[in-house]
């Protein structure tokens, strides 16, 4: 059995609820932290213990926490809950059964960088996690956890939830604090603007997903040598892991870090269902490799996946199977950095709706075998050449593709569209001319569950629920 | 000071430099499309890639920084693959427009374009569209040429401080937009056309009116107010169909308000003087050619000279002529017609400069706004001078300028105000601060310094008074902008003593704390220096007027009416007169009552110099052939004076100014060649500032 760090707890009924999550040890990490040891000790401990960022990059916490800079401004923690990747759903369901662990975390941290202010950036489609979220931000603000002296006299640390509008790139870093000041979700540029060193407002900023800030407790309580128990040793812990797609129980699932992808479909997800054979599998959100079956026992650590040039991401794991077509989830998730670019430079802005152009063309009929060399050398314009990383993850489904399932562009072309029996993914936002809107869906609408919107082409259950049944 | 090198060339430059503005120094073209001299890097447009070695990623020149060693290449293969990809893609959604496009042939994208892809691109498919818009009456935003390079956005964030042009949408479908289709104000929207470096953003009434290679531009200065802002006189086919601005660091930097750029929209419409025209026996204007027209005016002066006296003769000139027209009016009156009655409108405010500082100027630069705090008195700055308020608003911005305001009325400033106080006139407030600033003085106050303090009627001076002055102490410099309100008030006199009592009283070297009038009229500086004042014994303006009335002043010259044209007193005065000589370039109230009218040239058919507000001598180019039987006023005068005894001996406006250069005090030695084409501030001490 691998060790439930996170999710120890979270079958509990009520775990959500303060003093039920007191009683079952909550916040003893937050309350050891700021009574018996110092800011300094407590960095030492999370660097200690290599914690790497659970958001997709795999930065060391530790690092990032000793990085902020002694200028005198403020500081501020942020915690990124705006999960916008395709397929991951982990930090929804996180937070709505352990929205105090989330908090603890970020008190710790507040406390390590004698910051007195919080955000939490959550999404703003994400109501029903609003609502626990608010309910336990005011539960710790009354018994004293948040608030003007929590650390001691007069070192206070508070936390506001800030919800987002509707944008992929306000869960980009930088995007995300422009949103916290009130500006359209612009990227900075880096390196000028590096969050540790010049964030929200221009002050030292520690950013961190929600994942990440809830292992510390656990890592102060226990101590950095019982983290690296865990995991692997460039990575130790445990990570969650929600899986969808082709698999017999998709659900979020916290497996020791260095899991294989085989172990995560079939150990622990149940397998694919009757007659399905496995097709390919995207290891990590929308903006990692789809990846065929040779790689189904790589170690899912970082350092083993960008040995190979892949990136591991967020911890969301969709199968495919071999009625799945990987040119239309290359389309659709083509469509999707398209729909979500900010705009602000021109490889993203313009080569992302390129790219969706070509790769209907293979879709829908048109395209030629030189369109397949034009989509890989637009992709190298683009990567590395744009303000943030939306751009470069818009190149990795059309060039994971083209570098592993390349006879599958050679049959749609022979067979004048997509050979699969399945619709081509519909562009809901594509361009009407002379519209000054593009036609389809407004930008928001009330009505739509945006969870499952679009993703259509697969059929994936999303289905949690607050009361924590299987 | 760090030494980098860039393709091969060792270039030395101050910290915090960009690679770009290192490049630039060493001569190095980079292109760059987001970028601009004036606006905060903003890397959005990543076509300035340049590769650094040790770096594994292309640098964005613009905004990053140089370091100690740095090696830079610009033209290697990865950065110009790089380059020619981003170009590509602008190009995949660029309409193909050129040839409908006003910006064609001047366009930023069509030159590095076909520098790095020969204007080629493998898009074939469909193109994404959007809906033009007027953004007002004077700017017209074609959004299917836009690129996105949010140049115009942040013209408006912070260049302006308005605001008022954002990003709509987001990705492919950004747009740029007002809010909910709200027009620009009027004020500095024409910038936008200098801003926008394709053809999406143009000119609305140079729509469609010319090519680049067809019309040929005049440099100039625009006579709109006293800033003397560097112009462009675009003309095709010897027809002026644009204005555009000229680059002078030190007086509009890369501007031109909209008033200057389109035209006062307020300003009436006159018809044009054709001819001279003189009265005949029934009282009708009959059309005469120009030499009896002379004849008939110096006949007038002479005898009015000669059979009354030299007294009776009034001759009222405007602070729009330029210098070698003033020298020259001035020429005739006091050596051809011997009469010391000469004036223009003078702003009180100047009688106060000249009595106090010694000379009718004030002694700031324009750069000196922005630089340290500004305390601005009297003015509606954004309506009346928009250029000295991007200049605050960039030294606001940048954190060590703190903006003072001191009016009877709030205005639209746009820029964070320090602190302001409204009081019910701007001589109270004055008042009350000379008295606050007073309060602590402990040494012993010059005489000019006590009379102007007890000029002005008694103030309650308030905690907030003393606030300021408490603030406008100290090591920072400060530029005090005196507006038209005090200036030009009947009180300006006072009120402008009490306002150099007061800088005296913060700074007494008078290095610190400087002045600078806010005229009004394009050459009201010329007019102060070159002495458009009464001579000894003459009557001001207002008293010629009077002794209009009265009978002492029999004949009247008047040249450019628009300032006194208001005067109730000119019904009566024009049955009295024995002669009333208008000049001008356009039919007005006042020429319609004249004896005898003369014609001259229209704006862009003139040249000669100006002097602005700080004090730069500055030639304006004609860009236009005379049309009409309008001639150069110092001409008229000239011609007059021929005819009175009195030659003055030019045949040309260079040789008009080269006699002002050798006479008049204030201008001495000066040239058109010395003048170049950004003028010189011979107060100013130094050369040039440009």
Not at chain 2, 244 to 251: H, I, L, S, T, W
Not at chain 2, 609 to 630: C, E, I, K, M
Not at chain 2, 631 to 641: H, K, N, Q, S
């Amino acid at each position: 059995m691998p060790p439930l760090i996170l999710t120890e707890h979270i079958r509990i009924s009520g775990i959500e609820r303060l003093e039920v999550y007191r009683a079952h040890g909550g916040y003893s990490a937050l309350r050891k932290a700021v009574s018996q040891m110092t800011p300094e000790q407590v960095r030492d401990e999370v660097e200690a213990s290599r914690l790497r960022g659970r958001g997709g990059a795999f930065f060391p916490t530790g690092r990032k926490w000793k990085s902020l800079p002694d200028n005198g401004l403020p500081r501020y923690i942020v915690a990124n809950a705006d999960e916008s990747e395709p397929g991951t759903y982990k930090d929804h369901y996180l937070m709505m059964r352990l929205p105090h662990l989330l908090i603890e975390g970020m008190a710790i941290a507040g406390y390590t960088a004698g910051a007195h202010r919080g955000f939490i950036y959550l999404r703003g489609e994400a109501r029903r996690v609003q609502r626990v979220l608010v309910a336990a931000i005011e539960e710790a603000r009354r018994e004293g956890i948040l608030g003007p002296d929590c650390f001691g006299a007069g070192r206070g640390f508070d936390i506001d939830l800030h919800m987002g509008a509707g944008a992929y790139m306000a869960g980009e870093e930088t995007g995300m604090l422009e949103s916290l000041e009130g500006k359209r979700a612009f990227a900075r540029i880096r390196p000028q603007y590096h969050a540790a060193t010049h964030g929200l407002y221009g002050c030292p900023t520690i950013v961190d997903n929600v994942e990440t800030f809830s292992n510390v407790p656990w890592i102060v309580n226990h101590g950095a040598e019982e983290y690296r128990k865990y995991g692997v040793p460039s990575a130790p812990g445990t990570r969650l892991i929600c899986t969808s797609g082709r698999v017999a129980k998709p659900g979020v699932y916290e497996l020791p870090m260095g899991v294989t992808l085989r172990e995560v479909i079939w150990e622990h997800s149940g397998g694919m269902p009757e007659g399905a054979e496995f097709r390919a599998a995207i290891p990590g959100g929308a903006s990692t490799h789809i990846l065929p079956a040779e790689f189904l026992d790589l170690p899912m650590d970082p350092d083993s996946y960008s040995a190979k040039g892949f990136l591991i991401g967020a911890g969301s794991v969709t199968v495919m199977d071999q009625r799945d077509c990987v040119i239309a989830m290359a389309l659709r998730l083509g469509m999707f950095f398209r729909n979500e670019s900010c705009g602000q430079c021109t490889p993203c802005r313009d080569g992302t709706d390129w790219l969706v152009q070509l790769l209907r063309k293979f879709e829908t009929g048109g395209a030629k075998e030189s369109d397949i060399d034009l989509l890989w050398d637009l992709c190298d314009n683009i990567i590395h050449k744009t303000i943030c990383a939306l751009g470069w993850a818009a190149t990795v489904p059309p060039q994971s593709t083209i570098r592993f399932f390349r006879d599958e562009y050679l049959a749609h072309i022979a067979a004048g569209g997509c050979p699969y029996d399945n619709h081509p993914p519909e562009d809901t936002f594509g361009f009407n001319h002379d519209l000054e809107f593009p036609a389809g869906r407004p930008a928001y609408r009330e009505d739509v569950n945006w969870y499952t919107s679009g993703l259509d082409a697969l059929p994936v259950r999303h289905e949690y629920s607050a009361d924590a049944d299987d | 000071m760090p030494t980098l090198t860039i393709d091969g060339q060792s270039v030395t430059v101050p910290d915090g430099t960009t690679i770009l503005r290192a490049a630039q120094q060493a001569g190095i073209w980079i292109p760059y499309f987001c970028w601009h001299p004036k606006l905060e890097p903003m890397g959005a447009c990543r076509v300035c890639f340049v590769e650094v070695e040790g770096q594994p990623k292309l640098s964005i020149s613009c905004a990053d920084p140089v370091r100690e060693g740095m090696v830079v290449h610009t033209d290697s293969p990865a950065v110009v693959k790089a380059r020619a990809g981003v170009i590509e893609f602008i190009l995949a959604n660029h309409p193909l427009d050129c040839p409908v496009c006003d910006a064609a042939g001047e366009c930023d994208l069509q030159d590095v374009a076909f520098q790095y892809r020969c204007g080629w691109s493998r898009y074939d498919e469909p193109k994404a569209t959007y809906p033009d818009e007027w953004l007002c009456d004077y700017i017209v935003l074609n959004r299917n040429r836009c690129f996105r390079c949010f140049r115009c956005v942040r013209y408006y964030d912070e260049i302006v401080g308005t605001g008022e042009l954002s990003a709509k949408f987001r990705g492919l479908w950004t747009q740029i937009a007002t809010f909910d289709h709200e027009p620009l104000s009027f004020g500095l929207c024409g910038n936008l056309t200098e801003v926008c470096p394709l053809g999406a953003l143009t000119d609305g009434k140079y729509r469609f009116q010319g090519r680049p290679w067809e019309v040929r531009d005049f440099p100039s200065v625009c006579p709109g107010c006293a800033l003397g802002c560097n112009v462009r006189v675009r003309t095709r086919f010897h027809r002026a169909v644009q204005i555009r601005p000229r680059e002078n660091d030190g007086v509009n930097e890369l501007w031109l308000c909209d008033r200057g750029r389109f035209g006062d929209p307020d300003a009436p419409q006159c018809p044009r003087l054709l001819s001279s025209l003189v009265r005949n026996g029934e009282g009708a204007f009959a059309s005469e050619e120009w030499s009896p027209a002379l004849d008939h005016v110096a006949g007038i002066l002479r005898r009015a000279a000669h059979e009354h006296d030299p007294g009776s003769v009034g001759f009222i000139g405007s602070a729009r002529l330029s210098n070698e027209d003033i020298f020259a009016f001035l020429h005739l009156a006091r050596e051809g017609v011997r009469t010391p009655n000469t004036d223009h409108c003078t702003p009180p405010g100047a009688l106060a400069l000249q009595e106090i500082l010694g000379a009718p100027r004030g002694t700031a630069a324009i750069t000196d706004v922005g630089e340290g705090d500004v305390l601005l008195i009297g003015s509606d700055l954004a309506a009346e001078q928009p250029l000295l308020g991007i200049r605050a608003r960039k030294g606001v911005r940048a954190g060590h300028s703190r903006l003072f305001v001191v009016d009877d009325a709030e205005h639209p400033l746009h820029i964070p105000v320090h602190r302001s106080l409204f009081g019910s006139s701007v001589a109270s407030t004055v008042s009350a601060l000379l008295d606050a600033a007073l309060a602590t003085a402990s040494f012993e106050l010059p005489g000019w310094l006590q009379r102007a303090e007890s000029a002005l009627p008694q103030a309650h001076v308030l905690p907030e008074h003393r606030e300021m002055i408490a603030e406008l102490r100290g090591e920072r410099p400060t530029t005090i902008l005196v507006g038209r309100e005090v200036l030009e008030a009947p009180d300006g006199r006072e009120v402008t003593a009490a306002i150099l009592a007061l800088a005296w009283l913060l700074d007494r070297d008078g290095q610190r704390v400087k002045i600078l009038p806010l005229w009004r009229d394009a050459n009201q500086q010329g007019a102060l220096d070159l002495g458009l004042r009464p001579g000894e014994g003459g009557l001001d303006r207002d008293q010629m007027l009077d002794a209009a009335l009265s009978g002492d002043i029999k004949v009247l010259y008047v040249v450019e009416t628009a300032c006194i044209e208001s005067d109730p007193r000119w019904d009566e005065i024009a049955g009295k007169l024995d002669a009333l000589i208008v000049q001008g370039a356009e039919e007005t109230e006042l020429s319609r009552r004249a004896t005898i009218v003369l014609p001259t040239r229209l704006t862009w058919e003139r040249e000669g110099t100006y002097t602005n507000l700080d004090g730069r001598v500055q030639r304006f180019h004609a860009a236009l052939a005379p049309s009409g039987g309008g001639r150069p006023d110092w001409w008229v005068f000239a011609g007059l004076a021929h005819r009175l005894g009195a030659p003055l001996v030019a045949d040309s406006a260079a040789a008009v100014f080269s006699l002002l250069a050798g006479q008049a005090e204030a201008y001495r030695g000066l040239s058109y060649d010395a003048l170049g084409e950004h003028g010189i501030r011979p107060a100013g001490g130094d050369a040039d500032v440009v």
